[in-house]
């Protein structure tokens, strides 16, 4: 979401993530979402390489926090498991 002239872009962007909070809550699945909010991007060549590559690292960060996730549920899932056995 880009503050390029958007009344409000952070309306926006909180709109965005309600909805992915929403689509969470509502079907008990988790959710995960990397966005970057530039104030102003301009698309030039030196911007647009910056964004891509962070957007990767953003990408790198949101897998790993998925994996962690779904380790966790694993190891409670075991627990319960032997917590009723």
């Known amino acids: ?11 926006v962007a909180g709109a965005v993530v309600d ?3 929403r689509a969470q ?4 699945v988790p959710v995960f979402s990397v966005s970057l909010t530039p104030h102003n ?4 060549d030196t911007l647009t ?9 953003k990408g790198e960060e949101a897998a790993e926090a998925v994996r962690q ?4 549920d694993a190891r409670m899932a075991g627990e319960a ?3 009723s056995a």
């Not at 979401?1 to 309306?11: K, L, M, Q």
């Not at 991007?41 to 030039?44: F, I, L, M």
């Not at 390489?49 to 690292?57: D, P």
């Not at 996730?69 to 966790?72: A, P, R």
Request: no cysteine; glycine share 8%; net charge negative.
């Open 1 to 11: 979401v880009v503050d390029g002239g958007i009344y409000r872009h952070d309306f």
């Open 19 to 21: 909805g992915l909070m």
């Open 41 to 44: 991007y301009q698309p030039v």
């Open 49 to 57: 390489a910056f964004y891509r590559e962070h957007f990767v690292t």
């Open 25 to 28: 809550m509502d079907t008990d």
């Open 69 to 72: 996730v779904l380790d966790l």
């Open 81 to 83: 498991m032997q917590q």
